[in-house]
């Protein structure tokens, strides 16, 4: 498996690449936004480590080109902690934000388990017999792993597409933020609900004609979240 590490410091982009490649990651470096860019379009990757302060093209846009045309796993790597840094880096794509300092061995945990899943999301798609959820003007096609809205295709990263399909194939059933994190992320939920709000907050941007509004993914306050009646 190859990952795309992104991080302007060489002491902690070499120490990172030694240890992932002791784990049999093949490795491939960039030092700036600019190279990252070119480095990501030509070769596959299995995920992309990125670090949010890089010269040239900050992190936050190399996430934004990525995201425009590919749902890869990006983690983050980030010395910036806040709960605002967390939510703008989630919100523009990224599936986990590890900050610094960090453990390796806690970072190679996290690049496992985003692999896991998206490999996991791949093969079930793959194994499954092409089948079709349609909700109003939605039409989720679970073969092809994809979404459809008046004939035009969404884009969904996959995690957003894991959580409208749970939704989906369960029409009738309040999710709890504790339920959604336990299903959708495979890990215990820790209390902490920004992963799920910022994942649901980009999902109704995507499917909804006014997020603030939704038809779709409906908020059944107090509890979570549930499918709507669509349009």
């Known amino acids: 498996m190859k990952i795309l590490l992104v991080e302007d410091d060489v002491e902690i982009s070499e120490m990172l690449k ?16 600019e190279s990252a860019c070119e ?3 030509v070769d ?22 990525i995201r425009a045309s590919s749902t890869v796993p990006i983690m983050i790597l980030s010395a910036k902690d806040t709960d605002s840094d967390k939510t703008l880096g989630l919100g523009l794509g990224a599936d986990d934000y590890v900050t610094k300092p960090f453990s390796v061995t806690e970072v190679l945990a996290r690049i496992k388990a985003n692999i896991r899943r998206n490999t996991q999301y791949t093969a079930a798609v793959a194994a499954e017999e092409e089948e079709i959820l349609t909700k109003g003007e ?15 295709k969404v884009e969904l990263t996959a995690k957003e597409f894991e959580i409208l399909k749970l939704l989906m194939k369960n029409p009738k059933k ?6 959604l994190y ?18 649901i907050s980009r999902l109704r941007n995507k499917i909804e004609d006014n997020p603030r509004d939704p038809d779709y993914v409906v908020t059944v306050w107090g509890i979570g979240y549930k499918l709507g009646d669509g349009k």
Do not use: C, R
Request: proline share 1%.
């Open 174 to 179: 309040v999710y709890t933020k504790e339920q």
């Open 44 to 65: 596959e990757y299995s995920i992309v480590l990125l670090d949010l302060m890089i010269p040239k093209i900050s992190g936050m846009e190399v996430m934004k080109t």
């Open 18 to 33: 030694n240890f992932l490649m002791t784990e049999n990651f093949e490795v491939v470096t960039a030092y700036d936004g």
């Open 138 to 152: 939605l039409v989720l096609n679970l073969n092809a792993y994809s979404v459809m809205k008046n004939g035009k």
């Open 182 to 199: 336990s299903q959708i992320w495979n890990d215990a939920y820790m209390g902490d609900e920004n992963a799920v709000n910022v994942h």
């Open 39 to 41: 480095k990501f379009f």
